[in-house]
């Protein structure tokens, strides 16, 4: 009796494990593919960021060094907060970007 109760254990183990297999195949054969979100290159968000960019490090002693860092955080958040210096809660992706030592990355 024991191996005959082993043994019908282990054959719906096997039959289980098998039908949970299938089902996870189908899930991810079934599931589609996301959309490729274009790129930093992207000809008009390149437009946005520039003039967005523009407006954000106007007043700032380094521009260059504002502009070259608000180019990569816009082109990587697709946002600006508006004004010359804080209102960072519009674009909580622009805030929250952090460089290596754990700084604002953003302008």
Same mark, same amino acid.
């Given at each position: 009796m024991?191996?005959?109760?082993?043994?019908? $254990? $282990?054959? *719906? $183990? $096997?039959? #289980?494990?098998?039908?949970?297999?299938?089902?996870?195949?189908? *899930?991810? /054969?079934?599931?589609?593919q996301p959309p490729v979100a274009p790129g930093p290159a992207v000809a008009g968000s390149e437009v946005f960021c520039n003039a967005k960019c523009e407006g954000r490090c106007a007043k700032a002693g380094e521009q260059k060094r504002c502009k070259k860092y608000c180019m990569i955080c816009?082109?990587?958040?697709? #946002?600006?907060? *508006?004004?010359?210096?804080?209102?960072? *809660?519009? #674009?909580? #992706?622009? /805030?929250?970007?952090?460089?290596?030592?754990?700084?604002?990355k953003c302008p």
């Amino acid at each position: 009796m024991k191996v005959f109760l082993t043994s019908l $254990l $282990l054959v *719906s $183990l $096997l039959l #289980c494990s098998a039908l949970f297999q299938c089902g996870v195949a189908d *899930s991810q /054969r079934a599931a589609p593919q996301p959309p490729v979100a274009p790129g930093p290159a992207v000809a008009g968000s390149e437009v946005f960021c520039n003039a967005k960019c523009e407006g954000r490090c106007a007043k700032a002693g380094e521009q260059k060094r504002c502009k070259k860092y608000c180019m990569i955080c816009c082109s990587e958040c697709k #946002c600006v907060p *508006s004004g010359t210096y804080g209102n960072k *809660s519009e #674009c909580p #992706c622009y /805030r929250d970007k952090l460089n290596s030592k754990e700084n604002p990355k953003c302008p």
